[in-house]
């Protein structure tokens, strides 16, 4: 067997000063109304954002989720700015309609618990309406959630053996550990066969996945009562949550519509939205999106940096949508978005208008 190389991960004194920077300039946008002014042009009518797990402590989760507090200054914030927070439904018929108000649309993906327990009480404070997108796997308590076995593995050890990746991680410290989190994170957002990969690990290290799943997501029942609630609607998210664009058509098709088949058993009505596993590996042009459009689903999100104009509903299965999470600072980060500054950023002052995977993370 090949040595595993050690390494000590660190964000880095540069690493460190580059978030802070990105902070304090997120907050200079918004606090000189700069962001407001980019959002003249790239705000468009509305804005979807995403969020997944909450939490009340980001570091100690090694910096995953969102701060539950920063969802509150956000739901505030937009409605101080007379935005509406609406549905995805009433979201695409205000944007047929130049006379609608400006609005917001909310989406958590994966079903992770904290959606009922912290975020829905902000929510319903607000009166502000979700969608919930849930893949099977993570009810059936299959889901290859690589992702939470990762966190885990740094997380509960202070040396991390990975052998596919040839490394041996030491991680004293939680600095290490969340820095040691994001390169074997961006190992396998490298290539999603890597998470395959992954199972001998966890097993070395007595990680159990469907524990974790059991732990941070909903199961069958807390799902239907999220799905009776007024505020809250559940959406389709694939069956397996793979990168569906490293997948043949058919697998495409069969992981898709049996997690839109089976919801609609589950809950009993019609399931009409659906949201790409990790976004831009999940779409290779517009394969996936006809197929979702064959489907009959009314829409489909992606995670491609933008918001919302009424060209895309030429094109509403490859809706753009704002990522909320920052755990520098979530509202100043999600504000930015929501006045299109990193759609701003990403075409260099050019077009607007997001359609496809583009930005996509």
């Not at 980019?38 to 954002?49: E, K, M, S």
């Not at 396998?188 to 996945?209: C, K, M, N, P, Y």
């Not at 919302?308 to 504000?335: C, I, K, V």
Request: charged content about 25%; glycine content about 10%; hydrophobic content about 40%.
């Amino acid at each position: 067997m090949t040595p595993l190389q050690t390494v000590i991960p660190r964000t880095g004194l540069f690493g460190r000063a580059k978030r802070r920077i990105k902070t304090l300039g997120l907050r200079g946008l918004r606090a000189t109304g700069a962001s407001a002014l980019i959002g003249r042009i790239y705000g468009g009518r509305g804005v979807i954002l995403m969020f997944h797990d909450f939490t009340r402590d980001p570091h100690a989760n090694l910096d995953q989720g969102c701060h539950i507090e920063d969802l509150d200054r956000i739901l505030d914030r937009l409605r101080r700015r007379g935005r509406d927070i609406v549905t995805l439904d009433e979201a695409m018929a205000r944007l047929a309609d130049p006379r609608a108000r400006p609005f917001a649309v909310l989406t958590f993906d994966d079903g992770y618990r904290s959606n009922r327990d912290l975020a829905l009480p902000v929510l319903e404070r607000h009166e502000a309406p979700a969608t919930i997108y849930v893949p099977t796997g993570a009810v059936t308590r299959t889901l290859n959630a690589w992702w939470l076995g990762l966190r885990q593995l740094f997380l509960d050890y202070d040396t991390v053996d990975i052998a596919p990746m040839g490394l041996r991680f030491l991680c004293p410290d939680f600095d290490s550990k969340i820095a040691g989190l994001r390169r074997a994170t961006a190992w396998v957002w490298e290539d999603f066969r890597r998470e395959e990969q992954l199972r001998d690990t966890f097993s070395a290290h007595g990680i159990s996945l469907p524990d974790l799943v059991d732990r941070h997501l909903i199961g069958e029942a807390g799902m239907i009562e999220l799905d009776r609630h007024p505020l809250i609607e559940i959406g389709a998210h694939t069956t397996t949550h793979r990168a569906l664009a490293r997948l043949a058509p058919d697998e495409v098709r069969r992981d898709i519509a049996d997690n839109k088949a089976w919801l609609e058993e589950k809950l009993g009505r019609e399931v009409p939205h659906f949201a790409y596993p990790y976004g831009a590996p999940s779409i290779s042009g517009t394969r996936e999106a006809e197929i979702v459009r064959g489907l009959g689903f009314r829409t489909g999100v992606t995670t491609t940096e933008g918001c919302l104009f009424p060209n895309h509903l030429s094109t509403p299965f490859l809706l753009p949508r704002q990522n909320a999470e920052y755990t520098e600072d979530g509202a100043a980060y999600a504000a930015c978005g929501i006045d299109g500054v990193f759609r701003a950023l990403a075409t260099r002052g050019g077009n607007p208008v997001a359609v496809g995977a583009g930005a996509g993370a």
